[in-house]
């Protein structure tokens, strides 16, 4: 059974929901979350419109607009509650729209094996000497075979600076084959990388 | 990223000792030792992928015994190997069919000459390359990758290493195929107007949403993965239906297009180059575990100004159509039509001026280049030129937006998204370098 309000404290109004999308208004729906929030909690296996949402606008925005639509995305990164499959999502799209910017944020993730292949999709793509200089930094964090994807991204990028770092790597028994083996086919591959 | 499950870790360890072999090893195993252009010798296969598509290889295989000696199989999938191993060793009436989860096991036995390649398509670059750094010869199934750079590496990988690398695609050895992509050339329909390629439609659904399921006791599903970003497994997402999501393919673009538009590509003599735009507004699904087109709507263009389409087709089955200022020629694996039977007459005319290489049977053709050291007849550059085809495609659809393409650098002009959509970083420890 319910009780009664008590007399001394009337109930709280409503508080009145006003959508962000107009059309929401009178579709009885309530209140459309954010897709640019949402992305990041995508979940594997559940509802993605939200992330396809994001995606759509992300593919649509003009070279002019990608700045914004990189911050938008920087924005989700950053969410609290964000979830494995939101991060792998976000930086999909990092890895279209992605520049300099994204570097500080994506470089912490990039030494973390937890998320570092995540982190590599996006920065994997981000051109300049920022990405080149994380990927570099990240070489000591990281052990076994995500090391061995790490070295892969700097000779796939072609970062020539990274050659002596992946020569020692190379030549350094301690490192598991693996390891040692991606550095061989990384500095192969600079070689005939331009300066 | 999920952790590393305790088989994974198991299985790891191995992998490492593998690779310690092969870092205190050459990475090419001199031709000589195994005597491959021997006529009298034997060539010994391993499969790497013993699904759907490595069933069309058993009967060429296997019906050769005196040229040819399949040695080893190899699959994520421990019901898939040994079943395949099963039917090897009842066909050779012994047991020496040798099984591996591994591919980078099979690929470091020296008594082996030749790989073919049946996985999903996110691994075939990455098998086919260590394969020929090992001094294998390389039979890949279509699509030869599932990206632009995947391609070129692959490429260039054969090239370094003097390997024998042949695409899938055999309708490159069927006379009908030939025939028309000669009769093209020869200006037989006078000035080409246009090409129409029409590719089957997807041939599995599935819900809105999924759930993440067991990994099956005989499944490796970190290796199933391999370079493809992590997911958890679900059976829909797996055997077959890899085709239907992004991370593994493309859909039919990729599947047929890579068929029907490799036909196109030999017809206008592009099997070094290729188109300078592209188009497409593709529908693709916003919910669910596929992610491929449903829809395809895409059309090249080349320098001399002939554009090729591509469509599904809902029914009817796939085809490839050219329309020319005489008429028009539609063929399809099992049928030829024209708009005039004069032209399919003509056709078959004898001493055309162009006149290209014929081969009535794909395996065939590979081994005969196995012992010559010929370029087969689709040879892994036309392969790449082709699948590039299916990649503009798939990237002008995912865009909606018209991009120019250069042919020579293999690269759009200005847009820099399309640029980066040529390429995908790849899970650890894998890596295109």
């Known amino acids: ?195 | 990223m999920k952790p590393l499950s305790p088989l994974t870790r198991r299985q790891f360890l191995q992998n490492s000792a593998v690779a310690t072999a092969v870092v205190a090893a050459p990475l090419i195993l001199p031709s000589g030792l195994r005597g491959q252009n021997a006529p009298s010798k034997k060539i010994t296969v391993g499969i790497i992928g013993c699904g759907n598509i490595a069933d069309g290889h058993y009967g060429p295989l296997l019906g050769s015994p005196e040229s040819i000696r399949v040695l080893a199989v190899c699959d994520v999938d421990r019901a898939r190997r040994d079943s395949a191993a099963a039917r090897v060793n009842k066909d050779y009436g012994n047991t020496d069919c040798k099984t591996y989860g591994d591919f980078r096991e099979l690929n470091r036995r020296a008594d082996i000459d030749v790989v073919f390649i049946c996985t999903p398509d996110h691994w075939h670059a990455l098998i086919a390359i260590d394969a020929m750094r090992n001094g294998k010869d390389v039979y890949v199934e279509k699509p030869l990758t599932l990206t632009i750079a995947e391609g070129r590496a692959l490429v260039d990988t054969a090239r370094k290493y003097n390997r024998v690398a042949q695409h899938g695609t055999q309708h490159r050895s069927m006379k009908r195929f030939h025939d028309v992509a000669e009769f093209v050339r020869n200006q037989g329909l006078g000035k080409l107007d246009r090409i129409d390629c029409f590719i089957p439609p997807n041939n599995r659904h599935c819900g809105a949403t999924w759930q993440p399921e067991p990994v099956p006791a005989n499944l490796d599903w970190e290796m199933w993965l391999g370079p493809a970003p992590w997911r958890p497994y679900n059976s829909k997402g797996c055997h077959y239906n890899f085709r239907f999501i992004s991370e593994s393919a493309y859909g039919q673009v990729t599947n047929w297009g890579a068929h029907y538009l490799d036909i196109g590509q030999w017809a206008l003599d592009m099997d070094d180059s290729g188109p300078v735009s592209v188009e497409g507004h593709g529908e693709f699904p916003s919910s669910g575990l596929f992610t491929n087109c449903t829809n395809v709507n895409f059309t090249v263009r080349y320098a001399n100004g002939v554009p090729m389409h591509c469509r599904t087709r809902f029914e009817g089955g796939g085809t490839v159509r050219f329309v020319g200022e005489r008429g028009w020629l539609d063929i399809a694996r099992d049928k030829m039509s024209a708009s005039d039977n004069n032209l399919l007459r003509e056709m078959q005319a004898p001493n055309k001026k162009v006149q290209l290489e014929l081969s009535n049977n794909h395996h065939d053709n590979f081994f005969a280049c196995v012992r010559s050291r010929k370029r087969p007849i689709a040879d892994v550059g036309l392969g790449h030129r082709t699948t590039t085809v299916c990649n503009l495609g798939q990237i002008g659809m995912v865009l909606g937006r018209k991009l120019q393409w250069d042919p020579a650098k293999e690269e759009f002009v200005n847009d820099d998204v399309a640029n980066r959509l040529r390429t995908r970083a790849m899970r650890s420890p894998w890596s295109l370098a």
């Not at chain 1, 008590?6 to 729906?29: C, E, F, L």
């Not at chain 1, 594997?44 to 607009?65: C, H, K, L, M, N």
């Not at chain 1, 990164?77 to 976000?90: D, I, M, P, Q, Y």
């Not at chain 1, 080149?132 to 796939?156: E, N, Q, W």
């Open chain 1, 1 to 195: 059974m319910n009780a009664e309000p008590s007399s001394a404290a009337p109930a709280a109004k409503p508080k009145k929901v006003v959508s962000a999308n107009p059309a929401d208004r009178y579709s009885g729906a309530g209140n459309t979350p954010d897709p640019w929030d949402q992305c990041a909690l995508l979940d594997y296996g559940a509802d993605r419109s939200f992330a396809w949402s994001v995606r759509e606008q992300v593919i649509a925005t003009p070279p002019e607009g990608r700045e914004r639509a990189e911050e938008k995305l920087l924005k989700a990164l950053a969410s609290s509650g964000r979830t494995e499959a939101g991060l792998a999502f976000v930086c999909q799209m990092l890895a279209m729209v992605g520049a300099a910017k994204s570097v500080p944020a994506l470089a912490p993730l990039l030494r973390d094996a937890k998320t570092t292949d995540s982190a590599r999709y996006a920065l994997e793509r981000i051109a300049g000497p920022e990405a080149d200089a994380a990927f570099r930094d990240a070489l000591p964090s990281l052990t076994g075979h995500f090391k061995a994807g790490l070295i892969g991204s700097i000779g796939v990028r072609g970062d020539t600076a990274a050659k002596s770092a992946l020569a020692a790597v190379k030549d350094d028994a301690k490192e598991p084959a693996v390891v040692r083996e991606a550095a061989t086919h990384a500095l192969a591959r600079l070689a005939t990388a331009k300066a």
